[in-house]
């Protein structure tokens, strides 16, 4: 006897082979946001905050726009398949709403980046990372662990805050080969831009890497040769900080919270031995572990005044009762160009054709002029140019001479600084002044 046969909708009228509209709609969408995740049409909303969501393809032309929009939009990038290496759009947009985007998107496709606008005020962040391979008697989570607490160490001593392991979002995207996390500080007061958040890195890079006098040293003494030691071999068998002091620099882009490179599939996830959640008392939404990611996005326990530093910096002190860092220069004047036309001329003669000045620093006390350049890299100490990091030119005006330095962690460890070389006599004010008689002057 044959069991029965149940009759389904399809073999009693027959094959259908036309398509729900829906279906369709909806697969045609999925297909559009894994080519370009950019392209989203975000419904307006009657109540509450003002969407904004904007496709732009250069990082200026983002920054500009969001600069004129609500203090909540902050810019991202994200990085385009199919496209050259390294090229990326930009989306001005608030974080809630780039989110529910990401959520849209396949994990292995979310290659999205947080721009770190220049002027922002922002967390202290961290880029650690390691070659396994290359430093086999290494152990990456005791690594971070004893760095944070140096890290925590140092703040209390400049900054008189406490800090712990609980106030830290430890973001990992390790793998077999390489060790690789972030630190994103939380509850601590916010520097003025990440530059300043730099020149504080730098100087407890410093301390790690060479003898000091602090508490740091005697922390450091027993664990310089250990496992835990901050210090790793890189590729080219040089001993370095596994701590990336590149990443300080102006719109700097910063990878997201469960975000990958293209290619890639190592997302950014919450570490293991993370203990600022578990501090949480509760298990918080992926989405408000997101937002505190950010670098430039407050922490609700936010408080106090911007940390304003130095890269030049001396000892702390209390200023209006806020701990600070003396800079060793004076307040300067920044421009396009500096009050010696002349003297800028010539250092476009330096960097010409391809290089342009971005900006001058003019200290008044000492009529010493910074000029930061856009460009041009080349670097006296390597022979080259630099593949990501600027230089700058130092002019003192009165003795008539200047010489070259630049942002590259390496060359600013070992404080380089090129062969001082003369001005032409005739680029200098002091010339101009001996050519007017003196009948004239008085």
Same mark, same amino acid.
């Given at each position: 006897m044959c069991a029965l046969k149940c009759s389904t909708k399809t073999s009693f009228y027959g094959e259908n082979h036309k398509r729900s509209p829906l279906v369709e709609k909806v697969e045609q969408q999925s297909r559009r946001l894994s080519r370009d995740p950019a392209r989203v049409n975000l419904r307006r909303s009657l109540l509450g905050r003002t969407r904004v969501w904007k496709l732009l393809y250069t990082q200026a032309e983002a920054l500009t726009i969001a600069h004129t929009l609500d203090n909540d939009v902050r810019v991202f990038s994200y990085e385009i398949p199919e496209s050259d290496a390294g090229k990326r759009a930009y989306i001005v947009t608030h974080p809630l709403d780039l989110w529910k985007v990401l959520q849209m998107r396949k994990p292995s496709n979310r290659c999205m980046y947080e721009v770190i606008a220049e002027d922002a005020p922002c967390k202290l962040y961290f880029d650690l990372e390691f070659e396994r391979n290359i430093n086999p008697a290494r152990d990456g989570v005791a690594m971070v662990e004893h760095f944070i607490d140096v890290v925590c160490r140092e703040w209390e001593d400049l900054f008189g805050d406490h800090c712990s392991r609980e106030d830290v979002l430890w973001l990992d995207s390790s793998t077999a080969k390489k060790f690789s996390c972030h630190l994103i500080f939380q509850r601590m007061r916010m520097f003025r831009n990440n530059r300043e958040a730099g020149a504080f890195v730098h100087l407890v890079c410093q301390k790690m890497k060479g003898p000091v006098t602090t508490a740091v040293k005697s922390a450091l003494a027993a664990s310089r040769a250990s496992r835990t030691s901050p210090l790793v071999l890189n590729k080219s068998g040089k001993e370095v900080l596994f701590c990336d002091e590149a990443v300080y620099t102006r719109n700097r882009n910063f990878r997201l919270f469960q975000c990958t490179k293209l290619n890639k599939n190592t997302p950014l996830v919450l570490s293991k031995s993370d203990c600022y959640v578990r501090s949480l008392g509760r298990c918080p939404e !992926?989405?408000?572990? &997101?937002?505190?990611? @950010? $670098?430039?996005?407050?922490?609700?326990?936010?408080?106090?005044?911007?940390?304003?530093?130095?890269?030049?910096?001396?000892?702390?002190?209390?200023?209006?009762?806020?701990?600070?860092?003396?800079?060793?220069?004076?307040?300067?004047?920044?421009?396009?160009?500096?009050?010696?036309? !002349?003297?800028?001329? &010539?250092?476009?003669? @330096? $960097?010409?054709?391809?290089?342009?000045?971005?900006?001058v620093s003019h200290f008044v006390d000492t009529d010493t002029l910074v000029y930061d350049v856009l460009g041009y890299r080349f670097c006296e100490n390597i022979g080259r140019e630099h593949r990501s990091n600027g230089i700058m030119y130092v002019v003192d005006v009165n003795v008539g001479s200047f010489y070259q330095k630049c942002y590259d962690p390496d060359c600013r460890a070992v404080s380089f600084r090129s062969v001082v070389r003369p001005i032409p006599p005739e680029c200098l004010p002091s010339f101009w002044l001996k050519q007017i008689p003196d009948e004239m002057l008085l």
């Open positions: !992926d989405k408000e572990i &997101f937002l505190d990611s @950010l $670098i430039t996005w407050p922490h609700q326990q936010t408080g106090g005044h911007l940390l304003q530093l130095s890269a030049d910096c001396g000892a702390a002190k209390l200023n209006n009762g806020l701990p600070a860092f003396v800079a060793e220069r004076k307040e300067s004047v920044k421009s396009m160009s500096s009050p010696y036309p !002349d003297i800028d001329e &010539f250092i476009r003669g @330096l $960097i010409g054709p391809r290089g342009t000045i971005r900006q």
